[in-house]
């Protein structure tokens, strides 16, 4: 049974930086994709980064680009994404998603994902 578990979500200020954490277990497919998404109140799921398995391909939504950062661990099938610079309108609840494959016009929308975390929030505010 696949699991995907986010976590990392805290209150942070404007300005300020968190690492969130996906940590995956059960796969079987030697090659797959992990995708970020957020999701504020009232608002659509938004992709914000995905990378393959690998680790070969990576892609930022031009919201983010420059300040975050996703990265792997396959030692630890755990898969991260780095925020810097974080701004009020970060704050949404955030979910890891995994993919057989996505593609540069298709990594961003939430029905290529087959298997979703519970959510991690993020708050950015003073």
């Known amino acids: 049974q696949v699991q995907v578990v986010e976590s990392g979500g805290d209150l942070v200020q404007p300005g300020g930086s968190l690492r969130l954490s996906c940590a995956t277990s059960?796969?079987?497919?030697?090659?797959?994709?992990i995708g970020w998404f957020r999701q504020a109140p009232g608002k659509e799921r938004e992709g914000v980064s995905c990378i393959s398995s690998s680790g070969g391909i990576t892609y930022y939504a031009n919201s983010v680009k420059d300040r975050f950062t996703i990265s792997k661990d396959n030692a630890k099938n755990t898969f991260y994404l780095q925020m810097t610079n974080l701004k009020p309108e970060d704050t949404a609840v955030y979910y890891c998603?995994?993919?057989?494959?996505?593609?540069?016009?298709?990594?961003?929308?939430?029905?290529?994902?087959?298997?979703w975390g519970q959510g991690t929030q993020v708050t950015v505010s003073s």
């Open positions: 059960g796969f079987t497919r030697d090659y797959y994709f």
């Open positions: 998603a995994t993919a057989s494959y996505v593609s540069l016009d298709s990594w961003q929308q939430p029905s290529q994902y087959e298997y």
